[in-house]
């Protein structure tokens, strides 16, 4: 029975524990790289290969991922393939670097394929998979925090807090992943108080410390993005469910004051009565306050030169995963907008298919649970949907002021986010789920294996010198050297 649960649903455990243990890759010694940012991204190539691999073996998820896909109606399936299909021609005809552009083609390829695997599964087996995949966040979220307070406490034990080299933030190579991450998952972490509140006691209380937590880690940090996204998200969840948005409003807003409460007493506060030191390396890691004082670096250079390049190149886009070659500026890999580097790299026709199946998808999901949220609709249900559409839409935001699209654990979590997502979504009868073809199966299979193989292909012989690479590019970047696609570290 374990077994057959667990091949049932192998894609949802298997993203859980990635969920659970890659945001504290830190921890694992590795002989490739000591590199977090590249353990992330080695741990996703594992998971979208393990996940898909399994797929060509596993006859009964085959037939709940095609069942799945079926319900597509035939304009998303055309957009869908056209996206692809243009993305190769602008890797083949148009990249200068092609491997590297037939990379991040089959990466993405492989993360629709996971999360239709994801909802498939939940739609076939069970509605409780959700809460595993809730559970995940939840968990690794009161790990990430317990480790951040316990950073705190040890900075005071030398009468000042430091935050040299982010130290806070030492499971991210950047800070501003962390935010990332922060924007996919906020909005769950008031589904278990709202959920099991009546049902644990006193123990209540600490349902409310994750979420006050990152409030609190999000001040600190200076999440810009995070914070305009989140509103946005929220406000949007209050535009669509009104009343029944309340208790969910509430807890944000609630954990919110806590969390500026303890930020306070935390950070501002004891600079003041004990007279610590407050070291700041970089002006980027020195608060929300701090930051939010200080003038907007590159960013409209960047999204300058990515519009010069749509221009140069409307059709096809320079390629996949380009933008860091043609840059001007040393250490950009990316214009920090999922609109522009799609409309950049990708090209104008890409573009069109990518925006119209973000709406028309976004259009279902409203459709979708504004018909099922009623009277009679549980409150598992309602504050699903609520705690969805907030993430959603705060990554949506978010993506357009860094990159949420291409870093691995954002790429993982909104993965996660969009299959939940569709598992929402009305399904065939199971007959019809038996009844798919073997052609269908040969196609799905031929695919998933020609995606499979580029992406294990173009990661050779990188991934045998990620540190020497990382040398060579840290010697050259001030000697006009080439900032290489973004794919691992540099």
């Known amino acids: 029975m374990i077994i057959r649960n667990l091949t049932s649903a192998f894609a949802i455990w298997l993203s859980g524990i990635y969920l659970l243990f890659i945001p504290n890759i830190i921890i694992i010694d590795s002989s490739i790289t000591t590199s977090t940012y590249d353990l992330q991204r080695l741990f996703e190539i594992l998971l979208l290969c393990s996940t898909s691999g399994f797929l060509l073996f596993h006859n009964n998820s085959r037939k709940w991922w095609l069942n799945y896909f079926a319900g597509f109606s035939a304009t998303s399936k055309f957009l869908l393939a056209s996206f692809f299909l243009l993305g190769f021609l602008s890797a083949i005809f148009v990249a200068p670097l092609p491997k590297y552009a037939l990379q991040e083609l089959s990466l993405f390829a492989l993360l629709f394929v996971l999360a239709i695997n994801i909802a498939a599964q939940i739609q076939q087996n069970s509605n409780k998979l959700r809460m595993v995949l809730l559970t995940a966040i939840f968990i690794t979220v009161a790990i990430i925090s317990w480790q951040f ?16 080299n982010n130290n806070f933030f030492w499971r991210f190579l950047n800070l501003r992943l962390f935010n990332q991450f922060q924007t996919w998952t906020l909005p769950f972490l008031a589904l278990p108080f ?34 305009v996204a989140t509103i946005i998200g929220v406000l949007v969840v209050w535009l669509i469910f009104r ?4 208790p969910f409003l509430m807890f944000l807003a609630g954990t919110l004051l806590l969390g500026v409460m303890l930020y306070l007493i935390m950070f501002l506060e004891f600079e003041k009565s004990s007279g610590a030191t407050l070291i700041i390396d970089q002006a980027s890691d020195g608060g929300l306050i701090r930051v939010a004082t200080k003038a907007e670096s590159q960013r409209m250079a960047m999204w300058l030169a990515a519009l010069k390049m749509a221009w140069s190149n409307p059709w096809l886009g320079i390629g996949p995963q380009q933008y860091a070659f043609y840059h001007p500026i040393q250490n950009v890999a ?27 998808g976004f259009i279902s999901w409203i459709k979708n649970i504004t018909q099922t949220v009623s009277d009679t609709t549980k409150n598992v249900d309602s504050y699903f949907f609520m705690a969805l559409t907030a993430s959603f839409v705060a990554a949506g935001v978010h993506a357009q002021l ?39 199966h040969l196609l799905l299979s031929l695919f998933i294996f020609a995606m499979g193989a580029t992406l294990i292909w173009s990661i050779f012989p990188d991934i045998k010198r990620l540190e020497e690479d990382k040398t060579v590019f840290v010697e050259s970047r001030y000697n006009d050297g080439i900032f290489h696609p973004r794919f691992w570290q540099q």
Request: aromatic fraction near 16%; glycine fraction near 8%; hydrophobic fraction near 50%.
């Open 149 to 164: 307070v316990l950073e705190y406490f040890f900075s005071l034990l030398d009468g000042s807090i430091t935050i040299k």
């Open 194 to 227: 709202l959920l099991y509140y009546k049902k644990t006691g006193h123990w209540r209380i600490l349902l409310l410390l994750p979420a006050t937590l990152w409030w609190t880690f999000w001040l600190h940090s200076g999440g810009r993005a995070t914070g």
């Open 243 to 246: 009343k029944k948005a309340f």
């Open 334 to 360: 990316h214009p920090h907008n999922a609109t522009l580097q799609v409309l950049a790299e990708w090209g104008g026709l890409a573009f069109i298919c990518f925006f119209l199946l973000v709406l028309l």
């Open 402 to 440: 860094s990159g949420i699209l291409v870093m691995p654990v954002s790429q993982v979590t909104g993965v996660i986010v969009i299959a939940l997502m569709l598992s929402y979504s009305p399904q065939y009868p199971v007959e019809i789920a038996n009844s798919r073809q073997s052609y269908q």
